[in-house]
């Protein structure tokens, strides 16, 4: 299938260790000329851990929007842009909530914002919870987890509490899956 908009330049904008900012010179079918700016970056793990009652969620001081926000583990391991889904989910869900999770199933394949990046994350429902210690990283120092009904979950986005667009398209997800078994 032949693209709807084809590349003709590509020039680095901007590049860190999470992410490359590229400025695509792009040619669209109708003849004219445009510009994307994409954002490149590693896909990510979204976790929802579930006790056959309630979710973890976590809490932390998110410094783009300047905020503290509720949302479901989540984490890439941007040193090893190639390692195995799920090796980052069990990775992700103890160093976030020190939980440990004995069956792992895969909801979903999503982007985080495909209007402007490539990002995409697998979304995994973990259960048979066991209780360990968490390791936050030193950018999740503070970081706050707690467990929710799904009744408290739809509050907290309710009164704003819980804004992060993968946990909540996550829950869509999860929801759909709960109602069906």
């Not at 330049?9 to 792009?26: F, G, H, I, K, P």
């Not at 590693?42 to 006790?51: A, C, E, K, T």
């Not at 941007?78 to 792992?104: H, M, N």
Request: aromatic share 12%; with cysteine; proline share 4%.
């Amino acid at each position: 299938m032949p693209s709807e908009v084809e590349r003709i330049d590509r020039q680095l904008a901007y590049r860190n260790r999470w992410m490359t900012v590229w400025e695509d010179q792009v040619l669209f079918q109708n003849g004219s000329e445009g510009i994307y700016g994409v954002v490149d970056k590693p896909d990510f793990s979204l976790i929802v851990p579930w006790d056959g009652l309630g979710f973890y969620l976590v809490e932390q001081f998110r410094y783009p929007v300047g905020g503290r926000y509720w949302e479901f583990p989540q984490g890439s391991l941007e040193s090893s842009p190639d390692i195995d889904v799920l090796e980052v989910a069990t990775v992700e869900l103890k160093e976030e909530t020190g939980l440990i999770a004995e069956s792992f199933k895969i909801l979903g394949r999503l982007f985080e914002a495909y209007g402007f990046s490539n990002q995409g994350f697998t979304v995994f429902l973990a259960t048979d919870l066991m209780q360990n210690e968490s390791n936050p990283e030193v950018s999740e120092m503070g970081m706050v987890c707690r467990r929710f009904d799904l009744e408290e979950i739809w509050d907290l986005i309710d009164r704003g509490l819980m804004r992060d667009a993968p946990s909540i398209a996550a829950l869509a997800l999860v929801s759909r899956h709960l109602a069906q078994i």
